[in-house]
């Protein structure tokens, strides 16, 4: 696991960890605007914020990157069980796997846009 400290291209992310199928889960959090990278779940990640850096479940959001792939809007995809209860959370009670609420995705997006550059 791995808290983002510079700002990262998605090539200098291959190069840090040899991603399965350039694959990587994530974890963004809002408040603090921190990214967390490379683990088996996603509440690993999650709790792994939460222990370093004192992040706040509510502000926590799971995505994916698929490194391979060319554009933000096909290597950037927010998929993750966390999601299901931060969506309750803020209202849906019918919560999904991605991010509900439009607003809280394009903070999400813009997070990530601070530490990866696509």
Request: with cysteine.
């Amino acid at each position: 696991m791995i808290i983002l400290d510079k700002k990262y291209t998605i090539k200098e992310l291959n190069e840090i960890n040899s991603f399965a199928n350039g694959f990587v889960k994530g974890v963004v959090d809002l408040n603090l605007e921190l990214i967390a990278l490379d683990a088996d779940m996603h509440y690993e990640l999650a709790d792994y914020l939460k222990e370093q850096r004192g992040s706040k479940e509510i502000d926590l959001w799971g995505f994916n990157l698929w490194l391979e792939n060319q554009s933000i809007n096909e290597i950037l995809e927010y998929d993750s069980f966390i999601n299901i209860h931060n969506n309750q959370l803020h209202g849906f009670p019918r919560g999904g796997m991605g991010i509900l609420d439009l607003n809280i995705m394009e903070k999400a997006t813009e997070v990530i846009c601070k530490w990866i550059q696509f």
